[in-house]
Structure formats: structure tokens, C-alpha cells
Nanobody
């Protein structure tokens, strides 16, 4: 089966941009939903964005208009482009994939998880 590995996390100043990657290693199949989550220190994990098999996207209210989720089908890499970063975007970002249709932020519905990549936004 496949494995997800995030990369691209870094420390940036407020207003800056960052692009996260989630690469699939090994063999994966029948993935119909991919997503990004994040978790700030002392807070619960929250949904950031989802991308379904038809290309439809959803975003958390706090990142709408600033973040974009996309996928490189040829290389099987999921991306999260983050612009106009704010200090409150700081946290560990995780990618996830599911064999089910995208239906929100139920963590139990995701079959695969990455180990996370740290994003720190300073003011």
C-alpha cells in the first residue's frame, strides 16, 4: 500500500507564501478524496482543504481566498499553496487520503496520513 510524506514546511514572515507537498510512495489505488489538516500547539486538529476525484475543492473558513489545494496527477503529489500567511496559520500540517468521497472533517474516514510538516509564521 501507499504512504504519504509531507514536505515544504518552513518558517516565514507574515504575508509570505509557502507551498507544501504530499508525495505518495509505494502503490496506492482508488483514492477519491485528498485533504490537508493542521494542528496548532494546544489545539485540536482542524480541516484546511479537500480535493475530490472530480476536482471539486473545499476550504476551511479561515483559509478561504488564501490557500489552494491541487494535485499533480503525473507524479501523484498533493500540494497546498499558502499565500498571505498569518501568524495564526502556524502549526503542523498533515495530508490525508481516503477511499471514500469527500464529506468533511471526520478524521476517521481517512485511510492514509502523513507524519506532518511544521509551518511557522512570524509577525
Amino acid at each position: 500500500q501507499g504512504q504519504l510524506v509531507e514536505s515544504g514546511g518552513d518558517s516565514v514572515q507574515a504575508g509570505g507564501s509557502l507551498k507544501l507537498s504530499c508525495a505518495a510512495s509505494g502503490y496506492t489505488y482508488s483514492i477519491y478524496c485528498r485533504a490537508w489538516f493542521r494542528q496548532a500547539p494546544g489545539k485540536e486538529r482542524e480541516g484546511v482543504a479537500t480535493l475530490d476525484g472530480d476536482g471539486a475543492t473545499t476550504y476551511g473558513d479561515s483559509v478561504k481566498g488564501r490557500f489552494t489545494i491541487s494535485k499533480d496527477n503525473a507524479n501523484n503529489i498533493l500540494y497546498l499553496q499558502m499565500n498571505s500567511l498569518k501568524p495564526e496559520d502556524t502549526g503542523t500540517y498533515y495530508c490525508a487520503a481516503s477511499h471514500k468521497y469527500c464529506s468533511g472533517g471526520d478524521l476517521d474516514e481517512y485511510n492514509y496520513w502523513g507524519q506532518g510538516t511544521q509551518v511557522t509564521v512570524s509577525s
